[in-house]
């Protein structure tokens, strides 16, 4: 099956893209009763597959998670020769104590090699802010880089690239530390097998240390997107996969969507279970996040995809309406929409 038609699944549309733009991979922050949405944004101009070399970060709040108000951009790529003058990409964003951290992805644009990607090389930086709202770049940027020991780069991966992105960061109260997971592949599995999630450790955000994989399974190609939950004294982790980045010996159903490992401690290892599809091929979505709804339940979101994923929808590349996640003895299953 390699296009879908409407979702299956109750619809119930109320969608959110800033005016002009495409709406893709985003992450959400909560502070007392008010959800900030950031998000990779780029103008509706030529095919989807352009938006990825003019993206930036865009802002959006909400109370209920459902009706948004556009903030406007709250992150642009760096100037001239800049390590992120390539685009910004996907990221978090976590509070320790006044301040704010802007986690996202950069490139920069001259790291290309005939016929690649431009901007082979991925790194992260941070921006920082006393209003979640007005970010600036952080001087020690970027502040976590890929690290040969473990992970591939350009010159060993199927795509050209050196994966490093879309950290998740979040505090471990039991250590002090803050642990990073991000988007890599691990240079010591065959080509088809090396999707990971790399793991890093900081105790204050700005300068951090590389660690061997929290999950490196040899089922897929790439792992993207990770996104982190406890619930009943595990650590939930999502990340998103496409169909045909399954490794071959994968018994798993391809299904564009999100899935889930899950944990003991965020410094521990991190274990697949037998049936882990959180979201499939019934919703034309890709990556999704972790929420917590307005009642204090567990949520998920997502966007709704298009023809890049591999879907044909009316709504491509918008913030879908959220859903109310359900916790059975099998684990997380989603509910009703918000």
Same mark, same amino acid.
């Given at each position: ?64 998670? #459902? ?12 100037? =001239? ?10 990221g978090c964003t976590v509070s320790d104590g006044d301040r704010y951290y802007l986690f996202y992805t950069g490139r920069r644009g001259r790291?290309?090699?005939? =016929?690649?990607? +431009? ?8 921006? #920082?802010?006393? /209003? ?18 473990w992970y591939a780069d350009h010159t060993e991966t199927f795509d050209g690239t050196t994966p490093w992105r879309d950290p998740e960061v ?5 250590? =002090? ?12 599995? +065959?080509?088809?097998?090396? =999707? ?13 240390? #590389? ?79 972790? #929420? ?37 003895? /099998? ?8």
């Open positions: 099956m390699s296009r879908l038609d409407s979702p299956s699944r109750e619809d119930r549309s109320v969608r959110y893209a800033p005016p002009g733009m495409y709406f893709w991979d985003f992450w959400l922050f909560r502070e007392d009763d008010t959800y900030y949405l950031y998000h990779l944004q780029a103008p509706r101009v030529g095919d989807e597959g352009t938006r990825h070399f003019n993206a930036s970060v865009g802002h959006a709040t909400s109370t209920d998670l #459902v009706e948004w108000s556009h903030e406007g951009t709250a992150l642009v790529s760096g100037d =001239g020769d800049a390590w992120d003058d390539a685009g910004t990409w996907t790291e290309t090699v005939p =016929g690649g990607f +431009p901007g082979h090389t991925q790194r992260i930086g941070v921006a #920082v802010s006393d /209003d979640l709202r007005n970010w600036e770049k952080h001087d020690a940027n970027p502040v976590l880089e890929h690290d040969g020991e979040v505090y471990d109260e039991d250590s =002090g530390y803050w642990y990073a997971f991000v988007t890599a592949r691990d240079r010591r599995k +065959p080509a088809g097998e090396r =999707g990971c999630i790399a793991r890093a450790r900081s105790t204050d955000l700005v300068d951090w240390e #590389v660690l061997p994989p929290a999950c490196s399974l040899g089922n897929y190609a790439k792992m993207e997107v990770p996104d982190l939950h406890y619930h009943d004294g595990r650590w939930y982790l999502l990340f998103s996969v496409k169909r045909d980045e399954y490794a071959e010996d994968n018994p798993r159903e391809r299904e564009t969507g999100v899935r889930y490992l899950v944990g003991d401690s965020l410094s521990g290892a991190f274990r697949e279970p037998t049936d882990n599809l959180l979201m499939g091929d019934d919703v034309p979505g890709f990556t999704g996040r972790w #929420v917590e709804t307005p009642g204090g339940d567990t949520g998920f979101a997502t966007w709704t995809a298009g023809p890049e994923e591999g879907y044909d929808t009316d709504h491509p590349y918008t913030f879908a309406r959220p859903w109310r996640v359900e916790w059975t003895d /099998d684990g997380p299953e989603l509910g009703e929409r918000l």
